[in-house]
């Protein structure tokens, strides 16, 4: 198996540190390059040709949004993940939109990290776990990149549950409207995520989108 090509730019020296070592820890990756600027990092883009590259919000050098509008019409098949302390929903919107792939905060934990980037190459996009669905939706008005799915068949029931998960409702709100017991529900969510091949709510949207089971 050909290691996935990664590379690091954040300026914080330390985490960069430390983060070149869980990637490094990692056989199927290979870490290519990394830097604390993104004038450099553009530089690198061209001879080294990662598949992914993980760039921390706010790197000194050009404005994030016309570095990643930089990178997507010159460097096509990057993925990008985008990496920061910062936590608000309008700014993640904007990054996602200017063509990042997938956000993550500094906090994550490595197991997280590693499947983020994993999800971005085979996918195409990732979202962190405190993403809420109201975001999620409005990045689907206007997606950052081409979603796969795993093609489903779902009967009208799943397709109920699905919409309530979609308006983000618990599995008891889920039961009462349908008149289901709590297990019940919790099975048809477990099976959504089985036939929809996800293992995220985000998943389990971005299908309903897609098929038009819910509209944004």
């Known amino acids: 198996m050909i290691p996935l090509k990664i590379a ?7 985490f960069r540190k430390g983060l070149t070592g869980i990637i490094n820890d990692i056989k ?7 830097t604390g600027n993104s004038f450099d990092m553009l530089n690198q883009l061209s001879s080294k040709k990662p598949d992914v590259i993980i760039i921390a919000i706010k790197l000194p050098g050009l404005d994030d949004l016309k570095m990643l509008n930089y990178i997507k019409s010159n460097f096509e098949g990057v993925r990008i993940l985008m990496l920061s302390t910062i936590d608000e929903g309008p700014y993640i919107i904007k990054v996602m939109k200017a063509g990042a792939n997938g956000y993550l905060s500094k906090d994550s ?6 499947m983020a980037i994993h999800e971005v190459y085979e996918k195409g996009f990732y979202f962190n776990k405190h993403l809420s669905i109201t975001l999620i939706k409005e990045l689907l008005v206007q997606p950052p990149a081409t979603i ?29 409207k349908l008149f289901l017991s709590v297990r019940t ?7 959504l995520f089985e036939k929809i091949g996800s293992k995220k709510i985000a998943g389990l949207v971005i299908y309903a989108v897609k098929n038009g089971i819910i509209h944004v």
């Open 8 to 14: 690091i730019a954040d300026d914080h020296k330390i």
């Open 28 to 34: 199927e990756f290979d870490l290519v390059f990394e």
């Open 109 to 114: 934990e490595p197991e997280e990290i590693i």
């Open 148 to 176: 796969g799915s795993k093609e489903a068949m779902l009967n009208d029931r799943e397709i109920d549950v699905l919409k309530l998960i979609c308006e983000e409702s618990t599995n008891a709100e889920i039961a009462n």
């Open 185 to 191: 529900v919790e099975g048809y969510r477990t099976k």
